[in-house]
C-alpha cells in the first residue's frame, strides 16, 4: 500500500490511509470500519493480496461507500497471477 501511495502522491492526489469510522445504529455503536486507502476524497480504494475475489470483498466495498458517503471504490487484488480488479459507484 506505501509504494501506491507514494506513486499516487507523485501524481498530485491526496491519500488518507488507514481512516476509521464508527459505524452506529440507532443511536449506538454497533463497531467501526477501517478504509485502505481514500484518494482525493473521492474514491475509495480497498487492496488485498488473495489467491481471487469473490462476493465477500465486492460486498464490503459496496458497504463501505454507503458508510463513508463515497461514490466510487476501487477493489485491488495484488494476490493472483495477475492484477484484478472491479470498480464500484454509489450514485
Same mark, same amino acid.
Given at each position: 500500500?506505501?509504494?501506491?501511495?507514494?506513486?499516487?502522491?507523485?501524481?498530485?492526489?491526496?491519500?488518507?490511509?488507514?481512516?476509521?469510522?464508527?459505524? $452506529?445504529?440507532?443511536?449506538?455503536? /454497533?463497531?467501526?470500519?477501517?478504509?485502505? +486507502?481514500? /484518494?482525493?476524497? +473521492?474514491?475509495?480504494?480497498?487492496?488485498?493480496?488473495? &489467491?481471487?475475489?469473490?462476493?465477500?470483498? &465486492? =460486498? @464490503? /466495498?459496496?458497504?463501505? +461507500?454507503?458508510? $463513508?458517503?463515497?461514490?466510487?471504490? +476501487?477493489?485491488?487484488? $495484488?494476490? =493472483?497471477?495477475?492484477? @484484478?480488479?472491479?470498480? &464500484?459507484?454509489?450514485?
Amino acid at each position: 500500500m506505501r509504494c501506491l501511495v507514494i506513486e499516487l502522491k507523485k501524481r498530485g492526489l491526496i491519500c488518507e490511509i488507514e481512516i476509521p469510522k464508527d459505524i $452506529f445504529y440507532e443511536g449506538e455503536h /454497533v463497531g467501526s470500519r477501517r478504509l485502505d +486507502l481514500l /484518494v482525493n476524497g +473521492l474514491v475509495i480504494v480497498e487492496l488485498k493480496a488473495i &489467491f481471487e475475489l469473490d462476493n465477500l470483498y &465486492f =460486498s @464490503q /466495498v459496496t458497504n463501505y +461507500l454507503k458508510v $463513508f458517503k463515497v461514490e466510487v471504490g +476501487l477493489l485491488i487484488n $495484488f494476490g =493472483s497471477k495477475s492484477l @484484478q480488479y472491479k470498480r &464500484f459507484a454509489n450514485y
